[in-house]
């Protein structure tokens, strides 16, 4: 079900200019959002997903990543060496870490790191386990969490800057961007949109914030047939 609303949902968005794109904004890496955007024919041109809670975009018409801004070599595309190195460090530190209290390093990131809790553990818990043992990193970067695995950025990158700078660069003003978000790795982005939402799974915390949020909605339906709901509650369909 969830599968075939999506796909009906984009059909539904692309059949008027008056509808707006719909693109992922996820703590998933590049190859995830490649197969999601392909399983729903989720492509508008000019308009880059972001992946890794804002550490990249892919564009999926042009096939292209890009990292975001912040970790640019001035006047290039590329990562910069500073930036690289210190990503290579932090994976490191995490990977000791990961192996001593055998939680699950994730593989395929560019820019940031993810890692999941061991079983039995909770994810408020590792959460608070992984921030004191990088407390070494102080400022240099942001530690949040979905409601599975526990996300490390370099200080400035998270979806909310990330969200941020692609409105800007599309000239698009934030004020009319609906963000659908259900855990703690969403707030910055809920921060900065003008219109916010959530599925029924969210945390109370982001349910409270959304309500709490002028035309704020929370929908009776979980994941994606959530966003379903919540998409054809602002058209009005």
Not at 109 to 135: D, H, M, N, W
Not at 180 to 190: K, L, V
């Amino acid at each position: 079900g969830s599968y075939f609303g999506l796909t009906n949902l984009v059909t539904t968005l692309k059949s008027s200019n008056n509808y707006p794109p719909l693109i992922l904004c996820t703590g998933r890496p590049h190859n995830y959002v490649v197969c999601a955007i392909q399983s729903i024919g989720a492509y508008w041109e000019g308009f880059p997903s972001i992946c890794e809670n804002g550490g990249t975009f892919y564009d999926p018409m042009t096939k292209e990543t890009m990292f975001h801004p912040k970790l640019l070599k001035p006047g290039t595309d590329e990562l910069s060496v500073t930036w690289r190195d210190f990503i290579t460090a932090l994976e490191n530190d995490v990977k000791y870490f990961t192996s001593r209290t055998n939680g699950k390093f994730e593989l395929g990131r560019a820019a940031t790191v993810t890692i999941r809790p061991p079983q039995g553990t909770t994810i408020q818990e590792y959460f608070q386990q992984v921030c004191g043992f990088l407390s070494m990193y102080k400022s240099s970067i942001e530690i949040t969490h979905s409601s599975s695995a526990v996300d490390i950025m370099p200080e400035g990158v998270t979806k909310g800057t990330a969200l941020r700078h692609l409105a800007d660069s599309l000239a698009i003003s934030l004020e009319h961007v609906l963000f659908i978000g259900d855990s703690r790795n969403d707030i910055s982005a809920f921060n900065v949109a003008g219109i916010k939402a959530a599925p029924a799974n969210a945390t109370d915390e982001i349910k409270d914030l959304v309500l709490a949020s002028e035309n704020g909605y929370v929908a009776d339906k979980k994941t994606s047939l959530g966003v379903c709901v919540i998409v054809y509650h602002y058209l009005g369909l």
